[in-house]
């Protein structure tokens, strides 16, 4: 009995010390949910874009995107074009997330008269919570028409030869709040090229990727070596970039340097002209507008 | 303090099933907020706040994940999580406190209560004290819970950069809305 009362005390003394802070908690833990949420992994990416390339950033359903996307001239065109400012190239696009996991674009570049337009699509989401998944996984189709005038019009000129094809597989993760990395092997097919010895097929292996400097500053870059220089000697030149996005209220400016002129995949991957280390750099900058125009959202839960 | 510990005696003096009955909770509650101004409609809801209530000493917790909050806008929810409140490092908010005038609620009985609360919201990061005004509606086997309060961002850490500073409001306005059932047959 008296004992009894000894462990009492003890045990009011004690709980007396028990912080009230774990009191507290224990009150919502009590009704915890067993297994946590799964939840889809956002933002790795400011933009759908990493720079030049895609990145694993889908637009939400129902959010058109107006990108207007400049690449001056060269820096080392010197003083009397301005470090290349004096011209710019230019790419406007329109995308439109039909859901959450299908996004479609059109654009039309400059460079070359080309008109573009692509499907994307995310087949797998890197999850975090109860069931996670490490990495997301979209892949593009795009399509590309060259408009510019037929060289020859005297020779028979198909409209095919006027398309080339792209086909891109993205893989990336976002590994902590500011460290995104990703991979996208691509296939161009060009169905006129210049000569009997050029493929038709060439390959790359594009890596992207973004360090978040503040919430609204990070830096980024993207780089698309072509694998055909290596298979089979041939000499194109590799599209690097890298750049800065920056983030104000419903805008995302990207500035970047680059050595392409090139907007879209055709173009980069195949008609990179510049070589960094000759200096061929051009500034440029893409700037992405959103509107929400519909209420999409199938997939948020 | 010491007003903790009776309640824990108290608590822990009565037989299990009677504990049980006690508490009230909540997993899908409702926090609705209007941070807007007459430049940008800025409103969320988060359909899945967690709550419960302890019917004997008016002991009132919640709790939301700021990733829940669901906007019309795809990239305003964008911006919320990744600019303002950061919700990769503080993924929940959390209120802890407890209903003043629980003594006047009759949990036996339909009936309509105003109350208040007292407590901390931890939010961004930051805790800190929040008195707010409530109504507790006891009703067939249920009650329903109404609490309304006001958030200064700048409290808790939250900045708007000059370029938004006028779209946002300094104030949010939080309204929250649920229906808590008892606990019983929950461990």
């Not at chain 1, 020859?152 to 792209?166: I, K, Q």
């Not at chain 1, 061929?280 to 948020?300: A, E, M, Q, Y």
């Amino acid at each position: 009995m008296r004992l009894d009362g000894i462990a009492a005390i003890c045990l009011a003394s004690l709980l007396a010390f028990m912080p009230v802070r774990a009191q507290e908690l224990d009150l919502l833990s009590m009704i915890e949910p067993e297994e946590q949420p799964v939840e889809r992994v956002r933002n790795a990416f400011k933009a759908t874009r990493v720079i030049n390339g895609h990145s694993i950033e889908m637009l939400a359903g129902g959010v058109l995107d107006f990108r207007i996307l400049h690449r001056f001239g060269r820096l080392n065109d010197g003083s009397y074009e301005l470090f290349g400012l004096d011209q710019a190239s230019i790419r406007l696009g329109l995308d439109y997330g039909i859901n959450d996991w299908l996004t479609v674009g059109v654009g039309r570049s400059t460079f070359r008269k080309e008109i573009d337009g692509l499907v994307k699509a995310k087949l797998v989401w890197q999850t975090s919570g109860g069931k996670s998944f490490p990495f997301s996984v979209v892949a593009v189709e795009g399509i590309t028409m060259n408009t510019l005038k037929f060289a020859d019009p005297e020779r028979t000129n198909y409209f095919s030869s006027r398309l080339a094809y792209y086909h891109q597989l993205i893989i990336g993760r976002k590994f902590s709040d500011r460290i995104s990395f990703q991979l996208s092997p691509t296939m161009v097919h060009r169905n006129l090229v210049d000569s009997f010895s050029t493929r038709h097929d060439l390959f790359a292996l594009g890596a992207g990727g973004r360090i978040k400097i503040t919430n609204r500053l990070a830096f980024t870059f993207d780089f698309f070596p072509v694998l055909d220089n290596w298979i089979h000697d041939t000499d194109y030149n590799h599209p690097l970039s890298v750049g800065f996005d920056i983030e104000t209220g419903g805008h995302v400016f990207q500035l970047h340097f680059t050595n392409t002129r090139g907007m879209d995949e055709r173009a980069f991957i195949t008609d990179t002209e510049g070589r960094w280390s000759d200096g061929d750099i051009h500034f440029g900058f893409n700037i992405s507008r959103v509107f929400t125009l519909g209420h999409g959202k199938d997939g948020r839960k | 303090m010491s007003w903790g510990c009776i309640c824990l005696v108290l608590l822990l003096s009565l037989s299990a099933g009677a504990l049980a009955q006690d508490k009230y909770y909540t997993r899908n509650g409702k926090v609705f907020f209007n941070c807007g101004t007459s430049l940008e409609t800025i409103k969320a809801t988060n359909p899945g706040a967690s709550c419960v209530l302890v019917a004997a000493t008016g002991q009132f917790q919640a709790a939301v994940l700021m990733k829940s909050f669901e906007f019309d806008k795809d990239l305003m929810e964008q911006h919320f999580n990744e600019n303002y409140v950061e919700s990769d490092k503080f993924p929940k908010a959390v209120y802890a406190g407890h209903v003043v005038d629980i003594a006047a609620v009759d949990f036996t009985s339909p009936g309509r209560y105003d109350v208040g609360l007292k407590g901390k919201l931890t939010l961004h990061g930051v805790t800190r004290e929040v008195e707010a005004p409530g109504e507790i509606e006891v009703q067939d086997g249920k009650v329903l819970v109404k609490v309304s309060f006001r958030v200064r961002l700048e409290d808790y850490g939250i900045t708007r950069p000059g370029v938004v500073r006028d779209k946002i409001a300094e104030v949010a306005e939080v309204k929250v809305d649920m229906e808590l059932q008892p606990m019983a047959g929950r461990p």
